[in-house]
């Protein structure tokens, strides 16, 4: 992913977009080359354990997500309703049914491979488990299922973490060893893990120089370019690692010079109002849902979506002396699998610790697994945090659900709501 | 004829008058009675032999109709979510369920799951746990998380004020809840080998019911039930159609649906509605460590369902089962407005019953949904179509 407005592109942009390309390249050539590769979702995904066997993973969340951005959804999500997948579920699935009866096109406009292997990690999202069960039936591929139990207390038990290692070691990587023709490589996965953990060093320092006033990234549009490469195809190499370090030193540098973050139109000059988002972002009109609070100079300063790959910030790192007690902790513990009462602490956490003025809350039709609770969320994060909630609706990847006009209204008047509270306060 | 005043109507009755309370006042009376403990259960199953054997009742909780008022119930779901939650809210806040102990919410989907967040902060006082299920299958992986997750649930109850796990106590519980198991296995039976004898939804009614008073009571009931319907000789077939009816496993759909499919020329001979007494398909061994019993009843016995992850055979399969012993003709596709197990599911059953053949049809309801008059249309067409190529 990059962001594509810069003329003067940043060093980790062009790495990640050289990451990216290259890629693609190996899947469009996996046909001929003989490249394995393996279907898996963002949250709990097993990248280092993929990679240890030389599979290429392929993520088809953010397949969809990219459709979207390039305004393909609304004719993948035609196809595959007009097949009768119902208006009612999740709008990745359909746009990812609607690329591939289109011919498997990906982000880069390279055609994608069929799955060698579908890696259902069943974590945070009961549509994963259906999502796979359609791709089979489309693809006759198959299944490795991980099934990774929900944590309603917010802790992991022994039993959770015994339940999903066990299923490591007796199904997944047996299945891996199939796919790929080669053995169980502990050492070499220890070796990814190692790099996860820098890399995630660096993220967890991204996220939190938001933390600065003028906070120096956007903590939610922006930051989606920045658990990029380790949501995806990256985490647990020596190109992840690159990122970072060069992400890292980019951002010192807007910090050392006092500037806020970049958008698409260039950065923000005065951070008006420091917000925490909750919920992923709408992708169809993403720049223009981001030049909405860019206008107002509103700046997130933390976010729960940039958490579904892993909740870093929280303390948790890949930890190459446990290689598979640490993936299953690492799948235990993304955002979606979280409870609410955890999830609802996190978000008070965060305006608390980046000293937010308030919080958004963007619900997304798709999505039962953030959604069916948020309302709830929205008056708990109010009376613990003392900050005021905002809650708009769209979706992820369907424009029918997009209200521009709607969704601005909304907005405006949550700043000047925020706006009108700092004067009180001030008075 | 008219079954009017008649015991055959009382029993419906009773049943319906248990299904239309919402302040559960036979749970009120029991706990009176007993001083036992009540915790209530979301769809769709839970082993509700650990808590009988504990001395606690199990409840199921199935949502709400049209007549409950969601006054609160709204504020904490968006539009774009299905209607049980809702109005699950609503009796909890209301006060309705003020007699439960505790609720359990098994993991059959992220709406239930995040449900219990919700009540967890709502209702500090009270017990409330979410009970995760294995999708895996085998007896040494997904086995052994699921007998932790029972060995907690029994334990969490006795922290509650239950009686302390006792084997034998849950042995002789097994045996009361295979007898109701069996009961409604063979009035299910019945229903598919004389459907006029069996109008589902008089079924339906005596199911609700049965998810709401203890065990004995209900087996009891269903025992009647069959008795007294042998009795009437004013059930006589009539030229409908037999359709099954699939998606309907968690928020139910208001006994007013029931009525319509049947008034409009379906025979239901079989259906997903209340599963809880059905979800283990056989009699559980009573003999042996009876905890672990229930574990590889859970693991190999269950119905399949869009809530399991099945990987093995061909998708679709165990509804093809169902059609062919129930002698379908047809499957109506009911499933709750936004429910995702059961519309993400949907086109992959639908692609079964048309690779065997089958006709079918869909449409969606919401628990309080009050109008049916183009479900009435939809179905009665699909009743006469089925009836016309039956004729040729
Ligand atoms: S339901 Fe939500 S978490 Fe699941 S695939 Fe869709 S957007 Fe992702
Ligand atoms: S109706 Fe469907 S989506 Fe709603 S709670 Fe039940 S299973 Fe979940």
Redo the contacts with the bound molecule.
């Keep these: 992913m990059t962001i594509p407005t810069k003329s003067q592109k940043d060093d980790s942009q062009l790495r990640q977009k050289t990451m990216i390309a290259r890629h693609f390249d190996r899947l469009a050539a996996a046909p001929e080359t003989g490249e394995k590769n393996v279907y898996t ?1 963002v ?1 709990g995904n097993l990248t280092e354990l993929l990679l240890s066997f030389d599979l290429l993973p392929v993520l088809p ?1 953010i397949n969809s997500l990219q459709s979207a951005m390039r305004g393909k959804t609304a004719e993948y999500i035609s196809i595959a309703e007009k097949l009768g997948h119902s208006e009612d579920v ?4 359909k746009s990812d049914i609607g690329m591939m009866k289109s011919g498997n096109i990906g982000p880069t406009g390279q055609r994608l491979p069929n799955p060698d292997l579908l890696l259902l990690s069943y974590t ?5 488990l259906k ?1 796979f069960e359609l791709l089979r039936e489309e693809y006759h591929a198959p299944v490795a299922m991980l099934h990774v139990p929900y944590q309603p207390d917010g802790r992991i038990t022994p039993a959770m973490r015994d339940y999903v290692v066990k299923q490591l070691k007796d199904d997944i990587i047996p299945a891996l060893e199939r796919i790929s023709g080669r053995a169980y490589d502990e050492d070499k996965l220890r070796e990814h893990l190692k790099l996860s953990a820098q890399a995630e060093d660096d993220l967890v320092w991204v996220l939190q120089s938001a933390k600065h006033k003028p906070s120096p990234i956007d903590a939610y549009f922006g930051a989606v370019y920045y658990v990029g490469p380790i949501f995806s195809a990256f985490r647990g190499t020596e190109g992840a690692v690159a990122y970072y370090q060069a992400l890292r030193a980019e951002i010192a540098e807007r910090i050392r010079e006092g500037k806020g973050p970049v958008t698409p139109d260039g950065d923000i000059e005065k951070e008006r109002f420091r917000v925490v988002v909750e919920g ?1 972002p709408n992708w169809t009109s993403f720049r223009q849902f981001w030049k909405m609070f860019a206008d107002e100079g509103a700046v997130a300063v933390a976010s729960t979506y940039t958490k ?1 790959g892993g909740v870093y910030d929280a303390g948790f790192r890949h930890d190459p002396s446990r290689p598979l007690e640490s993936l299953a902790e690492y799948c235990l513990g993304c955002y ?1 699998n979280l409870g609410l009462p955890t999830r609802i602490e996190m978000l008070a956490q965060y305006v608390r610790d980046y000293e937010a003025d308030g919080f958004l809350i963007n619900s ?1 039709k ?5 959604s069916a609770g948020q309302l709830h969320i929205l008056r708990e994060v109010e009376k613990r945090s003392g900050k005021p909630g905002g809650f708009i609706e769209s979706d ?1 990847v369907d424009p029918r659900y997009f209200s521009a006009a709607n969704i601005k209204n909304r907005l405006e008047s949550y700043f000047q709501m925020l706006e009108q509270k700092r004067l009180g306060g001030a008075a | 004829m008219s079954t009017e005043g008649t015991p055959l109507s009382a029993l419906v009755e009773r049943a319906d008058a248990i299904y239309r309370d919402y302040s559960l006042a036979t749970v009120r009376d029991w706990k009176a009675r007993t001083g036992g403990l009540a915790v209530g259960f979301m769809p769709i199953y839970v082993p509700c032999e650990i808590l009988h054997a504990q001395g606690v009742l199990p409840v199921g909780l199935m949502g709400a109709r049209d007549d409950l008022e969601i006054i609160k119930g709204d504020a904490y779901y968006q539009s774009y979510i299905c209607h049980i939650p809702r109005s699950t809210i609503e009796l909890g806040l209301s006060g309705r369920l003020d007699c439960l102990d505790g609720v359990l919410f098994p993991a059959i989907c ?1 709406v239930i799951r995040n449900l219990s967040g919700m009540w967890q902060m709502l209702f500090p006082d009270k017990l409330v746990r979410y009970l995760d299920v294995p999708q895996n299958f085998e007896p040494e992986i997904g086995g052994r998380f699921y007998r932790h997750e029972l060995d907690e649930l029994a334990r969490s109850l006795t922290e509650r004020g239950a009686r302390p796990y006792d084997a034998e106590a849950l042995r002789a519980s097994i045996g009361l809840y295979n007898a109701l198991r069996r009961e409604v296995r063979e009035l299910y039976a019945l229903r598919q080998r004389e459907p006029w004898k069996v109008p589902t939804s008089e079924l339906y009614l005596l199911l609700r019911a049965s998810v709401v008073i203890p065990v004995q009571d209900a087996t009891q009931m269903f025992r009647e039930y069959r008795a007294l319907i042998a009795e009437d000789a004013s059930r006589v077939p009539l030229d409908q159609a037999r359709v099954m009816l699939t998606g309907s496993f968690c928020e139910q759909p208001p006994i007013g649906l029931i009525r319509t499919l049947e008034r409009a020329g379906c025979y239901i001979v079989d259906d997903d509605f209340v599963q809880v007494h059905r979800w283990i398909q056989s009699d559980i061994p009573t003999d042996g460590d009876p905890m672990q019993q229930l574990v590889m009843a859970f693991l190999q016995d269950a119905m399949a369902s869009p809530t399991r992850y099945i990987d093995k055979g061909e998708k679709g399969a165990d509804l093809i089962l169902r059609i062919r012993r129930s002698q379908a003709e047809g499957v109506l596709f009911c499933a709750p407005s936004f429910c ?1 197990p059961a519309l993400l599911d949907q086109p992959m059953a639908v692609r079964a019953v048309e690779r065997h053949g089958v006709p079918w049809t869909a449409f969606k309801y919401s628990e309080n949904t009050g109008q049916f008059q183009v479900i009435r249309e939809q179905a009665g067409t699909f009743a006469d179509s089925i009836k016309l190529w039956s004729a040729v």
Excluded: I, Q
């Excluded at chain 1, 999740?90 to 699935?93: E, G, K, N, R, S």
């Excluded at chain 1, 945070?124 to 994963?128: A, D, I, L, R």
């Excluded at chain 1, 798709?366 to 953030?370: E, K, L, T």
């Design positions: 979702f949250p969340e999740c709008t990745y699935v945070g999202c009961f549509t994963f999502w992923p579904v979606t997304v798709s999505c039962n697994s953030f992820l | 992220d995702d």
